[in-house]
């Protein structure tokens, strides 16, 4: 697909009306993730779509940045938070390679929940987002590693050719791992949430 941006615009409307498919795995994942934030941290999330994440952690946290490459998907963010009263999140269109991810860097802790898998190049985005964290940040991601069942491949082919997927790179969960380490994190807390496609969930630091 060569221009992720209009897909995700085309959906946006529908996306932000879709309800959660798991709502308990859900609110566990946000728990787990507002247990490493404190209320001095400064935050970025990548790939935040209609900012739900991002609104919900914000009272845990002193300003999250939320962003996504879709104008449609941050408009939406944009009602929801002035609708739910949200004066310490900025929500601003962009995606990973882009130079305006640095606005507000370095940040404490960068939020990549569902988006890695969507970038054509893991290893570079990986870098930039070391690139923006401080010394001892936190990355925190949660990964849909579709490489784990290779008979899908020809579904996604096929959903890709008619315009109801994106493209997607096919990670593996040990993939993955290599990618954060070669890129110098550490890992601090890793889950395999089984599925349809495993995902993994990853706290890593910055070293």
Not at 25 to 47: C, F, K, N, W
Not at 75 to 99: C, F, L, M, S, Y
Not at 120 to 131: E, G, N, R, T
Request: glycine content about 8%.
């Amino acid at each position: 697909m060569s221009n992720p941006a209009a897909f995700w615009d085309k959906i946006a409307p529908g996306y932000a009306r879709r309800k959660i498919g798991n709502p308990d795995a859900y609110q566990a994942t946000l728990a787990r993730t507002r247990s490493y934030l404190t209320p001095t941290d400064r935050v970025l999330e990548i790939g935040a779509g209609t900012s739900s994440t991002a609104l919900e952690l914000a009272a845990s946290v002193a300003h999250i940045t939320a962003t996504d490459i879709s104008t449609a998907m941050v408009e939406i963010g944009r009602e929801k938070a002035q609708a739910a009263a949200v004066d310490n999140i900025t929500i601003t269109q962009g995606g990973v390679g882009d130079a305006s991810l640095s606005d507000g860097a370095p940040f404490d802790v960068i939020l990549a929940h569902n988006i890695v898998h969507l970038v054509p190049d893991v290893p570079a985005a990986l870098s930039q987002v070391h690139s923006l964290l401080k010394p001892g940040g936190l990355l925190i991601s949660k990964t849909p590693c579709i490489g784990e069942k290779p008979l899908i491949r020809p579904l996604v082919a096929v959903m890709r050719a008619f315009g109801k997927a994106p493209d997607v790179v096919h990670l593996t969960i040990a993939g993955l791992e290599r990618h954060l380490a070669a890129e110098g994190f550490e890992t601090v807390e890793r889950l395999v949430q089984t599925g349809f496609v495993p995902t993994l969930y990853v706290v890593a630091r910055s070293t």
